[in-house]
């Protein structure tokens, strides 16, 4: 790994620590110093409301500013299909060391930003980082992804407690400021939060599921249970959420990627109530942070995701990128919301696998219909891990060359 100073700074304040998730914060004084005046910037500036210079290209996009190009990033960019990051995961070998590590975490969400200029720099963590800190412990492993204790009834529910990010993720606020050191003023630093209903599936069905059987029999025989569930966790998150900007992060994408299981009804009763907690208590303390969502297999609720107040919407591969846009100008009219609203997205992950004649021209086609202004050039959904770097730096490079 090539560490900066700054990373290798805060190296030297660890000393050689063992982790465990309980230490893995413990240098969290150790870059305050270093950034701390970038960061009380951002954050008055976050708080001021206004619009000002220094804002990154992405943040500009996102606000629905005139831009001079359309930026882009990649959902999931920093990862295994980086053989820098499949380098690092030899000394590392668990997520949780990866994550929980502030230089280590710097170290992995540096790695796409270095090597293919993305504009958009993202915390490498995982939506369930704060769930420890909500009673909720869980383990990963490498092969079958999160196991934990399920919560089955209202005993279960006891076990959760309100979150202290400062004491649950320290490590999150370190990597959030050393990220803004490193990357300057020119890229965005992105926070992301997972929402109460995808957090939920895990904490009910106890691992990944492909059916969500348990959490869809709990909500139509225990709703009050899931409920209570949902309203913690949104409380909680809205927490981390805020968290996360005050230490560094320039904007916020909510990902509740399971909500696309659930019906429009559904969907309106356990999903998009607990996603505008969040949203609103995020816009109610700092009103200039501009935020994203994000549901895989969204199509029937691209409306619904517009009328929770983001202001971007991430749209999958699975949509049209022009009726997308006009889909989200609609929902926002219905949700009496003003202006047309931001769009993310889209182009199906698979295209990177393809030759590189067809990277840009699909790539292009979405750029021509999301058209000039509040438009952030993504991925439908993560980038896969058998990508090549090849065709992903062709791909943002594409983009970065674009004008309109």
């Known amino acids: 790994m090539k560490f900066s100073a700054a990373i290798i700074l805060s190296l030297a304040f660890r000393g050689g620590e063992a982790f465990s998730p309980t230490n893995a914060g413990s240098s969290a004084s150790s870059s305050k110093t270093i950034v701390k005046s970038a960061v009380d910037e951002a954050v008055s500036t976050s708080k001021s409301g206004s619009s000002t210079p220094k804002d990154p290209l992405l943040i500009r996009a996102a606000k629905g500013e005139k831009v001079e190009r359309t930026p882009v990033w990649m959902m999931r960019q920093a990862g295994r299909h980086i053989a820098e990051y499949r380098d690092l995961c030899k000394k590392y070998p668990t997520f949780r060391q990866r994550s929980e590590i502030p230089e280590v975490a710097v170290e992995v969400s540096l790695q796409p930003w270095r090597n293919y200029k993305t504009d958009g720099c993202i915390l490498f963590s995982d ?26 009834n209202w005993d279960d529910f006891k076990k959760m407690h309100p979150l202290d990010p400062s004491t649950a993720a320290p490590f999150v606020a370190e990597t959030l400021k050393i990220l803004r050191e490193e990357v300057g003023p020119e890229t965005a630093v992105l926070g992301f939060v997972g929402c109460p209903y995808t957090l939920a599936t895990y904490m009910i069905e106890g691992q990944t599921s492909k059916d969500y059987i348990n959490i869809k029999k709990m909500a139509f025989n225990e709703p009050k249970l899931l409920h209570a569930i949902l309203k913690n966790l949104a409380e909680s998150i809205g927490d981390y959420a805020l968290f996360q900007i005050e230490n560094g992060a320039q904007l916020i994408q909510i990902f509740d990627s399971w909500a696309g299981h659930l019906s429009p009804r559904d969907y309106e009763e356990f999903a ?55 889909r989200i100008s609609n929902g926002r009219a219905a949700a009496g919301l003003k202006g047309p609203g931001g769009v993310q997205g889209n182009l199906d992950p698979a295209i990177l696998m393809g030759n590189q004649d067809m990277i840009k021209e699909r790539a292009e086609e979405i750029l021509r219909k999301a058209g000039p202004t509040g438009h952030v050039m993504n991925l439908g959904h993560g980038i896969e891990a058998c990508t090549s770097e090849e065709n992903a730096h062709f791909f ?9």
């Not at 909500?134 to 990963?140: D, L, S």
């Not at 029937?300 to 997308?324: C, F, K, N, Q």
């Not at 943002?396 to 309109?404: D, G, I, K």
């Open 127 to 152: 939506i369930l980082t704060p769930l420890p800190g909500v009673g909720c412990e869980f383990t990963i492993d490498e092969k079958l992804g999160p196991v934990m204790d399920p919560i089955k």
């Open 396 to 404: 943002v490079e594409t983009v970065r060359n674009f004008r309109h």
């Open 272 to 326: 998009s109530p607990y996603q505008k907690m969040i949203l609103d208590k995020v816009k109610k303390n700092y009103p200039d942070i501009p935020t994203v969502i994000y549901i895989k297999h969204s199509g029937a609720l691209i409306e619904r995701m517009a009328g929770t107040g983001a202001d971007v919407v991430s749209l999958d591969w699975t949509v049209d990128m022009a009726e997308g846009r006009a």
